[in-house]
């Protein structure tokens, strides 16, 4: 509506209204609804004239990048790379983590992109949408392993032990 005069010049025609949506739908489906609100806003608040394709893709990268969340293939090439431990990585955002959790790690790692990428950005998009709205989301602490404070085995039971592990060997 703020740019009425300007939407109606630019498309006159129906059916090139209609492969124009069909690009920006294309071009805008991996950030969340909240992130594309905001980044309409930031054009109608910064910009007189109608905005093109690529100022609206820079709004909505502009709103991402305030609350320090990398762009979505971004984020998924972090998470594809990632080393294990997962969980003690240094990570860009906490939504990278949670995102690449939630696809499954191995999923990631065991599948082409034309595969994962889909999964990773839907999970990833909504991880997005909740630190829009505010959310402070956090990468869980990793597991600590567990501590025996047992009494060592004497030789006779090591040895015992020993011949059953042969023995389940087949040795």
Known sequence: MNYHNQYYAAFPDAEQ????????????????????????????EHSEYLPTLNRMLECCQQGLSDFG????????????????????????????????????????????ERTSWP??????????????????LEVPAPEALERRHGAPLSREDQLAELRKLKDKAGF
């Open 17 to 44: 209204l209609k492969q124009i949506k069909k690009l920006w739908l294309d071009s805008l489906a991996d950030y969340p609804v909240e992130q594309i609100l905001k980044g309409a806003k930031h054009a109608i």
């Open 69 to 112: 969340l990398p762009s979505a293939h971004d984020a998924y090439v972090e998470a594809c790379r990632a080393p294990s431990p997962r969980s003690s990585q240094r990570w860009s955002h906490p939504a990278v983590y949670l995102a690449g959790r939630d696809s499954d790690w191995f999923f990631l790692t065991n599948n082409t």
């Open 119 to 136: 999964v990773f950005r839907e999970h990833y998009q909504q991880y997005c949408a909740r630190v829009l709205r505010g959310e402070s």
